[in-house]
């Protein structure tokens, strides 16, 4: 397992972008998989997008087309460019990894997570 780390949550406004960021304290993430989960008060924790170690990609479709995963080039990090953001993307944000590959799109994919970061969508 890696130890994984969220920033880039914020107060934003509704139409406003943020860029969350995942990093692993004492490796690269070049040959994990990568998930974003997101967690609003009383509900469930919800799948977002995921980027495989060599380079495929899923959005579920609520994200489709506002929200980009995307890895640096050292491949030490894994963000999520969100943008036009609305109130109902009010959250605490969740990264976690899985060494490889994930076929299957679900939180019991990922054995390492992060400790998440909040999002305020509000005006």
């Known amino acids: 397992q890696v130890q994984l780390v969220e920033s880039g949550g914020g107060l934003v406004q509704p139409g406003d972008s943020l860029r969350l960021s995942c990093s692993a304290s004492?490796?690269?993430?070049?040959?994990?998989?990568i998930g974003w989960f997101r967690q609003a008060p009383g509900k469930e924790r919800e799948r977002m997008s995921y980027i495989n170690s060599d380079g495929s990609t899923y959005y579920v479709d609520s994200v489709k087309g506002r929200f980009t995963i995307f890895r640096d080039n050292a491949k030490t990090t894994v963000y999520l460019q969100m943008n036009n953001l609305r109130s109902q993307d009010t959250a605490i944000y969740y990264c976690?990894?899985?060494?490889?590959?994930?076929?299957?799109?679900?939180?019991?994919?990922?054995?390492?997570w992060g400790q998440g970061t909040q999002v305020t969508v509000s005006s």
């Open positions: 004492g490796t690269t993430l070049e040959y994990y998989a």
């Open positions: 976690a990894a899985e060494p490889g590959t994930v076929m299957v799109f679900t939180t019991h994919s990922f054995r390492s």
